[in-house]
Every structure is written in C-alpha cells, then in structure tokens.
C-alpha cells in the first residue's frame, strides 16, 4: 500500500522530473526500513535515557526545555536521513563545481537547497562526490553548527549541547547503518 502511494505521488507531482533517477517508491522504502530498525533501537536505548537526563537537567537548572527536546528529537530523526539527501546534489555530471563554502551551506540548509533546486529557482551543485555527507567532518561539522545554531535561538549552552548531542547521534546512527563508520 505504501509502495502504491509513493508511486502515484513520484508519478502525479511535478517534483518527478528533478528527482534522481533512482529516486523511485522501492528505493524510499529500501532506505527507510534499512535504516528504521537501527533508529527504533537507538530511540529505546539511547534517546530516551538521554531525554530523561535532560529533563532532569533542565529541572536542576530550572530551564524550561521541553520545547527544546521536541527540537532535539526532531533533530535526530532528521539527521538519521541528513546524509542520504545529497542524492539531490549532481556529482561527476558537468554542472557547477561547488567550492568549499557551498559544499557547506548544502550541508547545513539542505531542505532549502532541494526546495530550491525542485523549484528550479537554483541549479543544483555539483558536490564533487558521491554521498560527500557520508564521512566523519561532514559528522563534526553539521554537529558544530548545530551547536551554534542552538546557541543563537536558545541563548543557553545547556539547550545548544542537547540540541548538538541528538543531531550527532543522529547522523553517527545514520553513518553505522550505512558502514561507514564502526560502534
């Protein structure tokens, strides 16, 4: 049934014809069941500790964080899919070559960039590579500015670690999962 939805969706939506080649219903659904055991796991044996140790966190330091562990829970399940989503980015086909800034900001804003690149409002990079967010920088970097990023909309170190820590544990379950990196 799931399978039949993507289906139609990926063939009625204009959204198609940018898409990657590969980029059909079997293939969304190879890659979330690959991925959806490992996050099941990760949610029972490490998130909900850490969000309970959190919140007590937030009590003993009497901050007001259950807005931001939403985020942060958010944060993660997000960042388990992060580095799947330079599939949208060229690579190897001739287009613009991305420098090492624009590599970055595809890193960091990637939902703008597809949003842009399906609404052909910007011409997608050409990242160098394939699957450039598959390795340990792209891991610190996006985890850094996470922890920025928390530190500008929370003004609290405490919420802007959180939100740092659910991010990185996110992509790091991502990187296990797809063997790039080891436990």
Same mark, same amino acid.
């Given at each position: ?100 800034? $624009?590599?970055? =900001?595809? *890193? !960091?804003?990637?939902? +703008?960039? &597809? #949003? ?5 409002? /910007? ?17 610190? $970097?996006?985890? =850094?500015? *996470? !922890?920025?990023?928390? +530190?500008? &909309? #929370? ?5 802007? /670690? ?22």
């Amino acid at each position: 049934m799931v399978k039949t939805i993507l289906k139609k969706t990926l063939k009625k939506s204009k959204a198609s014809s940018f898409l990657p080649k590969f980029a059909n219903a079997d293939k969304a659904i190879e890659e979330i069941s690959e991925h959806f055991g490992t996050v099941k796991w990760s949610l029972k044996r490490i998130i909900l500790p850490l969000a309970v140790f959190y919140i007590l966190v937030g009590v003993f330091f009497q901050e007001h964080i259950l807005g931001a562990l939403f985020a942060a829970l958010m944060v993660f399940l997000y960042t388990n899919f992060l580095p799947d989503l330079d599939a949208f980015f060229q690579h190897g086909k001739g287009g613009k070559k991305a420098n090492w800034f $624009e590599k970055r =900001i595809a *890193l !960091f804003f990637t939902p +703008l960039m &597809i #949003y842009y690149i399906l609404s052909e409002k /910007a011409r997608p990079l050409d990242l160098g590579e394939n699957k450039p967010f598959h390795n340990r920088r792209a891991l610190v $970097e996006f985890t =850094i500015f *996470l !922890f920025a990023f928390g +530190l500008i &909309i #929370y003004f609290s170190p405490i919420k802007a /670690a959180f939100l740092a820590l659910f991010g990185f544990l996110g992509f790091f379950t991502h990187l296990v999962v797809d063997k790039q990196m080891a436990l």
